[in-house]
């Protein structure tokens, strides 16, 4: 069975300032929705409210996935229900590996799905090496990552592509992509693209959040929406991207409110 991400009248506010007005949305697995806009029209703040994060304050609406209303459950739930969010700016830490870091990952949010019967001890090193290897490789991720301290000295594409393969590890039902392709240059957005493109398929749902079209261009989204204070204003297919690309978020704006 198909699964679906509905967002219905979605309010957030931040530090007492409402940032999301009344947001919808409706992903299905299979599906790749870009989300755009400009500066503080509320996009990180729609991804970091699906992750409960916290600093922001659901003030209404409901975000529904497989029959749960997701804002009623604390992250961690959230995340062993199938989603799953790419940080604009992961964090660095040293003395944990990438490997170590992704095995805790995958116990927690996998774990009591695993049906190992070793109770509490989570999936057996054995299994997890194995599993590991292969998102590795259909990544083409060199192995000696795995023993890098995570984040630690990486550059700005490898810390993007060690949150891809943490995706891959997770297997989500739905990934929050959010900007991506920020401070990245064209050979690292194309390696980084090329790793989601890897992990498309009919059993996860994409958000990708960008200012920019040029990531579209190496992931082809199904639907294109534009962000503006808080709401989408405008939904299309990718050719939505290029007309953002050459009128820029003002006009069509505008061109809307005339």
């Known amino acids: ?102 095995r805790s990952a995958v116990n927690a949010v996998k774990g009591g799905n695993e049906g190992n019967g070793n109770g509490n001890k989570g999936i057996p090193i054995v299994q997890f090496r194995k599993m590991l290897n292969e998102k590795m490789d259909l990544l083409k991720i060199d192995k000696s990552f795995a023993r890098r301290y995570l984040n630690e000295g990486f550059s700005g594409g490898e810390k993007k592509r060690a949150e891809i393969l943490q995706m891959a590890m997770l297997e989500p039902k739905f990934a929050i992509l959010d900007e991506t392709d920020s401070g990245l240059d064209i050979d690292a957005l194309r390696v980084v693209s090329e790793g989601v493109n890897a992990l498309v398929g009919p059993d996860r749902g994409f958000i990708i959040i960008t200012h920019y079209q040029r990531i579209l261009n190496y992931i082809k989204p199904d639907f294109v929406h534009v962000m503006y204070d808080g709401q989408i204003v405008e939904s299309g297919g990718p050719e939505l991207a290029q007309e953002l690309e050459q009128k820029g978020y003002d006009y069509l704006v505008k061109e809307r409110a005339g």
Request: without cysteine; proline residues 5%; negative net charge.
């Open 1 to 102: 069975m198909t699964s679906s991400l509905s967002i219905k009248d979605l309010r957030v506010s931040v530090e007492d300032k409402l940032i999301l007005k009344g947001l919808n949305l409706e992903i299905n697995q299979g599906e790749i929705h870009a989300i755009m806009g400009p500066n503080g029209s509320g996009k990180s703040t729609m991804a970091y409210a699906l992750a409960g994060h916290p600093k922001y304050e659901v003030e209404g609406g409901e975000v529904w996935m497989d029959g749960v209303n997701l804002l009623e459950l604390a992250p961690d739930e959230r995340a062993k229900m199938g989603l799953f969010l790419a940080f604009q700016y992961p964090t660095s830490i040293p003395g944990i590996s990438m490997a170590n870091f992704l």
